[in-house]
């Protein structure tokens, strides 16, 4: 009985041990425009090391591909760039779509940081419409529809079609304060700014 409570504690504890590592780990999830040029968090260790033969290494852990050891550069690729070899800080040039994944900092397998890099490439679509007019925009068919309903901090609503119809317009209207469209894995995302006009001020200058 009292080995199995041994047994019992020991797995208790190396689960405390467990949550207390991952809540130590340092998450990032960034967006970053197709194009752009992003630097990662600094990579060094977070807890000195007692000794100096300990590497820390940044790599792609979705691909496995080693990045940089103790500040220098690895990869051959021709976009990336240590930016200080002091604080180890990896710049990434031109963005492209296969740079979307896992990027891990670790110091003697004591993971310092992890980023989540989601690649997208987005646009900005003005309209005009007319007061009190109806329209009807158009997301991708794996799309989201993403509305602020409000300023800033207000009611935000989603909805999953390809279809948004806006009725009855208003110049002050404050039902439509930021519309976005997204694919679902968020690669492609559209906003929509919408200028109304008045059919009084139309006339009146005509």
């Known amino acids: 009985m009292m080995i199995y409570n041994d047994y019992i504690f020991g797995i208790i504890y190396l689960f405390?041990?467990?949550?207390?590592?991952?809540?130590?780990?340092?998450?990032?999830k960034l967006e970053q425009q197709i194009g752009s040029t992003m630097v990662l968090p600094p990579?060094?260790?977070?807890v000195p090391s007692s000794t100096d033969d300990?590497?820390?290494?940044?790599?792609k852990s979705d691909s496995g591909e080693l990045l940089g050891m103790n500040g220098?550069?690895?990869?051959?690729?021709?976009?990336?760039?240590?930016?200080?070899?002091h604080s180890f800080e990896l710049a990434i040039k031109l963005i492209e779509l296969s740079d979307e994944g896992q990027y891990e900092c670790r110091t003697d397998q004591i993971i310092n940081y992890i980023v989540h890099l989601i690649v997208i490439n987005s646009s900005t679509i003005h309209l005009n419409a007319l007061e009190g007019s109806n329209i009807t925009l158009q997301c991708s068919e794996n799309g989201m529809w993403t509305i602020e309903e409000n300023h800033q901090g207000g009611a935000v609503r989603k909805q999953y079609t390809t279809?948004?119809?806006?009725n009855?317009?208003?110049?002050?209207?404050n039902r439509f304060q930021k519309i976005i469209c997204s694919t679902l894995d968020r690669h492609e995302k559209r906003e929509y700014i919408i200028d109304i006009m008045c059919i009084y001020?139309?006339?009146?200058?005509?």
């Open 201 to 206: 001020i139309l006339i009146k200058n005509s």
């Open 72 to 85: 220098i550069l690895i990869s051959n690729n021709p976009r990336l760039m240590i930016k200080n070899p």
């Open 54 to 59: 300990v590497a820390t290494i940044l790599f």
């Open 163 to 166: 279809e948004l119809v806006l």
């Open 168 to 173: 009855n317009l208003q110049r002050n209207d």
């Open 43 to 46: 990579c060094f260790p977070t």
């Open 16 to 28: 405390i041990l467990f949550i207390e590592i991952e809540a130590t780990i340092k998450n990032y």
